[in-house]
DNA sequence: ATGAAAGCGCTAACAA
DNA sequence: TTGTTAGCGCTTTCAT
């Protein structure tokens, strides 16, 4: 021991915030070594190493990021583009997301575009500008100016959600058209014959969108088309459900299936019909999509189908996460199966 | 006119991010003005101008902040620290938050911390160290570590959702003590006098704690104590309320009033009890507390007190955008008033 | 094991 | 209205 170094605090009157040089004088090390200590660079020795750590400590130092990313030219974060924080679905995925960019070293930063493109491509702007490791964002159908920046980006880009089209670069997620497809398959196979659907207003949903499309497909397979549909936009969707549900019971009186557009509204019309002492599933089947964990608590399990938003979110991060070492040059394309869980809203033959 | 500019594409091989140098070249204006006319600062001629922007957009140029932030020592970010992103709580203060921002030209950048210090701690490190214009997180309780970096910053920072305690510098949120005592008195006010608490296993949950706190300080004001309680962890927050209402009943048969520490697992009580053809409210009454949308289409409207969240987002931000302009020095302290909402559930006298 | 020099891509401040 | 000169705070590279 050569006596403890010294570090006097800055008079605390100075706002400025501190710079690797001001750990540097304090600990009278260079601030390349300081630099080397504050990052595990490098060989430094175990004394200067903690003069320097001592140092950076009792000041209170907070290294720059911005220098050391303009520097480096490496920046630890990831864009994650969604379209709503309020849907459940999206906060799911990013969940999945966080986990597996965890040790990574890497940090997600969420944009939210309400559903909206010129949103996007305002938030893929303002998020290239930063310039991210890799851009997870969700759905393929974007701007053609949105498009042209990530691809000049030359970071990875990991479109998630949906299959149905062509992506940038790599793409995780599940077929909707082809969910949409299956559900009317187990619908039909369990005998219903007189179906309706209800949805969200939202011609920007896409996937959505795709799901109604590969119902009506799968019903005109066995030469069926829906018998009734309806949309809202708007409000509680438990409620809309159902409001929406009675509404459509009342217009379509000897209707045997409705098929939602989500969970929620599902839950919705699953509690009325309930309330209303309607025979579910002998006389009214229902079904909903996604999975939800709020499925669980109701009276009577909804017929659903997972969208494995937990797992796309995984999937997509780790695409991020190990191109660098990988060295790979993209466009993976990873599709996730859905399961159908019927429940005991669809009645077993 | 003197010629059309002549811009043309670099080969499409050079992955090399583009520079204000590129679009000064492709447009022959100094880097300087280019700058200035992609900030549109300072007096640039119509005809410059034309001929920048239209190089910037062919040759599709995304400027780097990462640069233009260590130029000109301004971050247009704000960092937001949340408990959770599934508590759907958190995601409301956010569309606050993000709703306010949305024409100052600052952008929210999220952080979760799990309900744990440390992770908290560690991850305002990270956000601090990319030097933002402000800080909004959850909760007043903080390591030491992490008050002293707040405090270091230099930045307005903002603690939300809650007001029982001090601040490190602004404070915008609800008394959840306060909260629980009014709980409390209604209840007591509607002639209930068995009453059980059922809630979270979180006791890193401050808010939920200093709500049952101030609960059960309600109920000693009137001489009475919380006559049976309950916590649960995971799982479906409607599932677990439904299985522990049902042994909560079955354990203190003679309860009269159930107060929940949220809505959801409130909503499994009320579905439960629906279900069991309990009178409700008449031989018990039941209460949560948020005010989430869900339970505007519940069967009955269960009782529950307002959080204020979306507002308590807006606040905050306002804060954060307004501190420059008004060149406030901080500390302010916004209490909000949460509103008590009886629903269908406890009985009017 | 440590230090010195150069420069990342942009903008503030000043000059013309 | 436009251009020039210095950095911003860090890391890379090279020297010692």
Request: proline letters at 5%; glycine letters at 12%; a negative charge.
């Amino acid at each position: 021991m050569r006596g403890s170094p010294t570090v006097s605090l800055p008079p605390k009157e100075s706002r400025r915030p501190l710079t690797l040089r001001d750990v540097s004088e304090a600990s009278g090390v260079s601030e390349m070594t300081v630099s080397r200590v504050l990052r595990n660079r490098g060989d430094v020795s175990e004394a200067t190493r903690e003069k320097v750590l001592l140092a950076a400590k009792t000041l209170g130092y907070v290294p720059n990021k911005i220098a050391g990313a303009l520097a480096s030219q490496r920046v630890n974060l990831v864009g994650v583009v969604i379209p709503s924080l309020s849907n459940l679905v999206f906060p799911e995925v990013l969940s999945g997301i966080s986990a597996e960019l965890e040790d990574t070293g890497l940090q997600p930063v969420v944009g939210v575009t309400n559903y909206l493109p010129e949103k996007e491509e305002a938030v893929l702007y303002e998020m290239l500008s930063w310039r991210p490791s890799g851009i997870i964002l969700a759905g393929l159908e974007h701007t053609e100016a949105a498009r042209a920046m990530m691809v000049n980006s030359g970071i990875p880009i990991v479109e998630i959600m949906d299959v149905d089209g062509a992506g940038v670069d790599s793409v995780v997620g599940i077929s909707h058209r082809r969910a949409g497809r299956q559900m009317a398959e187990a619908i039909i196979a369990a005998g219903y014959r007189k179906i309706g659907f209800l949805g969200t207003k939202m011609p920007l949903d896409h996937r959505a969108r795709k799901r109604l499309e590969g119902f009506e497909e799968g019903l005109a397979a066995a030469g069926l088309t829906i018998a009734d549909k309806d949309f809202y936009s708007g409000g509680s969707a438990l409620k809309k459900g159902r409001e929406m549900t009675e509404a459509m019971l009342a217009r379509t009186p000897d209707l045997d299936f409705i098929y939602y557009s989500n969970d929620m509204i599902g839950a919705g019309g699953l509690l009325y019909c309930l309330e209303q002492g309607i025979d579910v599933p002998g006389r009214l089947g229902l079904a909903g999509f996604n999975g939800v964990e709020l499925l669980q608590g109701l009276p009577r399990r909804l017929a659903t189908m997972d969208s494995c938003r937990r797992e796309i979110g995984r999937k997509a991060a780790e695409i991020i996460a190990g191109r660098p070492h990988q060295g790979l040059i993209g466009g993976e394309v990873i599709e996730l199966e859905p399961i159908i869980e019927l429940g005991d809203t669809i009645r077993t033959a």
